[in-house]
């Protein structure tokens, strides 16, 4: 098992419309399927990853709340996600967001608040999964990845929604559990 480089932003890769997948038995994309899992654990309070971001166009991300600093109550742990669509969806709300493909900025992004996904897990079965609040806004961030899309593309105002990073010294960082801004797939904060 490896931990991947991850894209960065203005890398075009992180554009490009990724591909179904249907080859579940190929052992070489079970090995890719526990590497991405790996990085999603190299990263602190890291919640989710998606395979676009390591180079690889295909329809996969993984994703795990369980890991966030304060679990949301009720959450699916990891989740190996292929092809997912969105099937029922109701409700909006604006929350902070950053990406690892975006280490340097947060930005309040509006996404619905819960969510209904159809996909296949890593043997290919099909799984229908609701979820919400914090764990649906992982799902969406992630599943724009898919689509070449950054949470930037969604940000209303760049100059009142899109915040930089502070760069703070190491012995001032407090971890801030769960902040919003904490971590669809990012680093701490959180990509
Ligand atoms: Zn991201």
Redesign the pocket.
């Given at each position: 098992m490896a931990v991947l480089d991850i894209l960065t932003y203005p890398n075009e890769r992180l554009r490009e419309v990724s591909e179904e997948v249907d080859h579940f038995s190929d052992p070489e994309l079970q090995l890719y399927i526990d590497d991405l899992i790996e990085t999603m654990h190299a990263g602190p309070a890291c919640v989710g990853v998606?395979a676009p971001?390591t180079g690889n166009p295909i329809r996969l991300l993984i994703m795990d709340c369980s890991l966030a600093r304060k679990p949301p109550e009720g959450n699916h742990g990891q989740l190996v996600v292929f092809n997912p669509v969105i099937i029922k969806w109701s409700g909006m709300d604006v929350a902070r967001e950053g990406?690892?493909?975006?280490p340097d900025y947060t930005g309040n992004v509006m996404r619905a608040v819960d969510v209904t996904v159809q996909f296949q897990d890593r043997h290919g079965e099909e799984q229908v999964v609701t979820m919400t609040d914090f764990e649906a806004r992982v799902i969406q961030?992630?599943m724009d990845?898919l689509e070449g899309k950054?949470?930037t593309d969604r940000i209303v105002s760049r100059k009142a929604d899109l915040f930089r990073r502070k760069v703070r010294s190491p012995k001032k960082r407090k971890p801030d559990p769960n902040s919003p801004a904490k971590n669809?797939?990012?680093q701490p904060s959180p990509?």
């Open positions: 998606a971001q990406c690892l493909s975006l961030h992630e990845h950054l949470f669809t797939d990012q990509s």
